[in-house]
């Protein structure tokens, strides 16, 4: 009879406890399909990347060969180009207000150039690391390496709040380059093939982009050269995405969302 019991229980258990706690430890995963291929500076480590008004800018990192610059989409052709001083190990990179704005790394310094010249205009200071940025029409968006966005005040740089971002439940670390697109934050996964696409109003993960496959590994030449750059061409509705020493930038299409468990 305890025999039974206990059978019954587990029976009950793989029907309805069991069934939710598979459910809740998916999340959806998108797929994607090419629609088209561009040259990529494939000496540029690509920490961030941003396009508006039909220019498309690049953040480019390690000391001594940090950048910001213009780049001819179509032909991957640096068009301007502003050194970083190579003290400094440039990071994110937003367009606000007619600016781009930089991050670094470690040196808690942040740099503001004049869009149309990439001439320095200012600096400013912030606290902890910076890896990418972004802005959802109000604030800056700031991720630093840990499963925080940060948000700031575009014209003081003052941190106004901030969300932890989780999967399930399960806090994502190693945020990196950002993009903002259609109210989600869009968020490259250090030393991942995947961006999460995130609520900034709670942090959570409302999906995943698998883009494994998206460029042939022996094109890279080395462990480092990973994902890493989003930007997204709101007039015309497009994505590109692109990584550290990637010879290729690549505008994609999302395709539908499957609801397979998360690998971990
Ligand atoms: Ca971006």
């Known amino acids: 009879m305890r025999r039974l019991v206990a059978f019954c229980l587990l029976l009950a258990l793989s029907q309805t406890g069991w ?69 400094h190990f440039a990071e994110g990179l937003a367009e606000w207000n007619g600016k781009l704005i930089q991050l670094t790394w470690r040196s808690g310094i942040g740099f503001i150039y004049d869009r149309s010249t990439l001439r320095l205009k200012g600096t400013f200071n912030f606290s902890g690391e910076g890896w990418g940025l972004t802005h959802d029409g109000n604030r800056l968006i700031l991720s630093d390496g840990t499963a925080n966005l940060r ?52 942090g959570e993960v409302l999906g995943w982009i698998d883009l494994s496959g998206l460029i042939p590994q022996r094109l890279l030449p080395h462990a480092e050269a990973v994902l890493n750059g989003i930007a997204y061409d709101s007039a015309n509705d497009r994505l590109f995405v692109t990584g550290k020493l990637w010879p290729k930038l690549f505008e994609i299409r999302l395709t539908p969302a499957t609801d397979v468990p998360l690998k971990r």
């Open 19 to 87: 069934g939710q706690a598979a459910r809740a430890v998916t999340t959806s995963v998108a797929g994607y399909q090419v629609i088209k291929a561009y040259p990529h500076d494939p000496t540029a480590f690509t920490q961030g990347l941003v396009y508006v008004d039909g220019a498309l800018y690049e953040s480019t990192g390690l000391n001594g060969q940090s950048s910001v610059r213009q780049v001819k989409l179509e032909t991957g052709k640096v068009l301007q180009k502003q050194a970083v001083d190579p003290a």
């Open 151 to 202: 948000f700031l005040n575009p014209d003081s740089f003052r941190e106004i709040g901030r969300v932890v971002v989780r999967d399930r439940g399960n806090p994502v670390q190693d945020l990196n380059e950002l993009e903002f697109i259609k109210g989600e934050v869009y968020a490259n996964v250090w030393h991942s093939n995947r961006i999460a696409r995130i609520s900034p109003a709670t």
